[in-house]
């Protein structure tokens, strides 16, 4: 049986390949890795106007056929039909930024040479005419050699003319030809050929930009630029706190309810048990978070779809310097406060590899969204919710130091293994700033709703999983009438907590705690249900639920120093297994998987123990 023909997806980085190829495919969408190589194969199914089937593969973006990285080779790679595993393409889509067509043309001068069938998907068309520039799309195309289709991908304008096109190109339109070719390796040939063509189709009817120049003159100002990131941040932060509050006591009070109404109807048994104890009380506690999480994540959408985001990756490219690293390690960092897992994924599009490696082994330290609940019910039970200033809260004041102090501790590690084991020279940093746009709204609470499916998902099962094994170790076998132990020390999973006790003991840190950071292992966020379930079954079947009784729960059972120690311990606390298992994949051995949980393990305890030991000598 003949295979589908393949056409595959190639433009520069911030062309909106990514939004196109979603747009055409939809959730037809298959996920893989190139074989032999950790760079990721994305492909999906296209139907043609005559109903015919294409598989689309999206490229990784690249400026040009000259690679800096692994993810630039294999598009290089794939394009020439020399890549492992894959058959070279069928046609070409090749997609352009209309705001910044002397750029792009460059690049997709460089695909018409290669002779494929070509179709040009002139993207962004609606924000070059916001910027007064008028394109000649007829003479674009005779210049080119190859049809032209103008697109906006995030609202899905002119995907059906360039399905057709595309069905006349697979169907044996003819090869590219390009008047006048320069060779395709000479890049000044390509650089001048590329704006005397920008210059010919397109006009600038008034200078739009002139705005986006006043802006980027504070935005990346070397003094005023880092203090608008600065206070940013310390905007999102106070939000996360603020902002949540009523959202939260309505998911802890629905909670509260739901272990009560369980209480009242069930009779008491293991499945009551089970439900309230492990369930309710223990998972609950780390949905009632989605509100926090949510709006960390509204900050950092709203910033990406402004154009802001790429800015701050420019400001902190001359800290990062100052540590070993170039800008290109800014945006997998970035993701990494997201999860630490496409964070280190990110890495690919690193060239160098001291570089790729240093980042992969400092992105756990970033501050991830798993961390967030174990933030907040420390900071809620122990920080009052006061202001410190007009407008400034102790709480949110508290959480904006922790993430500060998680980048602090990467930078430092990252200038250690720059001057250590991962020792070498400096690297360039090429970045395309992205014009300023309004966010679309649909696509910010679109996105707001993946990242609440997959908080909710991992909520029900991992999160789950982990809570009710804890909850079964912890009831079993139960404490003899007339012990004066708790059943969370005398079941199975006290006696295991009993092992690693007295090595964190000296940090603070008591049985429950030891018994807690265990199951965080597998999820960041299990430490506070596991709190809540270890508190649960000591107490009984206590009609009294919720966050608010957890924050009392350890308010008295701990002290200050150690409530302070515990949020020292997660800044730096050793990565949950998928983290481990993404290092292990993207450094193919389980030598550095194996050294950050142990550098990890010994950072945490020393600054727990740090914190602890200051704190307590301070009389706090």
Known sequence: MTPAPMVALVGNPNAGKSALFNALTGARQKVGNYPGVTVERKSGRLTLDDGRPVELIDLPGTYSLEP??????????????????????????????????????RFALQLIALGLPTV????????????????????????????????????????????????????????????????????????RRARQIADAVSTRQADATAWTRRVDAVALHPIFGPLLLGALMFVMFQAVFSWSEAPKDWLAS????????????LPDG???????EGVINGVGSVVSFLPQILILFFFILLLEASGYMVRAAFIMDRMMAGVGLSGRAFIPLLSSVACAIPGIMATRSIEDPRHRLTTILIAPLMTCSARLPVYAVIIGAFIPARQVLPGVGLQGLVLFGLYLAGIFGAMTVAAVLRRTIARGGGSGFLLEMPKYQMPVWRDIALGLWQRAYAFMR?????????????????????????????QSEYSIAGHIASVLEPVVRPIGFGHDIALAIIPAMAAREVAVSALQTVYSIDAGNDAKQGEDQLAQRLRNAWSLPTALAFLAWFIFAPQCLST????????????????????????????AGATFWTATALGL
Do not use: C
Request: aromatic share 6%.
């Open 270 to 276: 293991f499945f009551r048990s089970l439900l309230v």
């Open 580 to 607: 481990i298992a993404v290092i292990r994949r993207e450094t193919n051995g389980w030598l550095w998987p194996a050294f950050t949980l142990t550098y990890l393990f010994v950072l945490a305890w020393l600054a």
């Open 254 to 265: 629905l909670q509260a309810w739901l272990g009560n109404l369980a209480l009242a109807n």
């Open 120 to 191: 040009i998907a002139l993207n962004m068309i609606d924000m070059a005419k916001r910027d007064g520039i008028e394109i000649d799309i007829p003479r674009l195309s005779a210049e080119l050699g190859v049809p032209v289709v103008p697109t906006v991908a995030v609202r899905k304008v002119g995907l059906d003319q360039l399905r057709t096109a595309l069905d006349r190109a697979v169907s044996g339109g003819g090869k590219a030809v390009l008047p006048d070719a320069a060779p395709i390796s000479d890049i000044v040939a390509l650089q």
């Open 68 to 105: 800096s990285s692994p993810d630039e080779a294999v598009t290089r790679d794939v394009l020439f039909g020399k890549q492992a595993g894959e058959r070279r393409p069928t046609a070409l889509v090749v997609v352009m930024d209309a705001t910044n067509l002397d750029n792009h043309l």
């Open 458 to 486: 991992r909520a029900g099962t991992v999160i789950m999983g982990v809570t009710l094994a804890l909850w079964l170790l912890t009831s079993y076998p139960q404490v003899p009438a007339g012990s004066n132990l708790k």
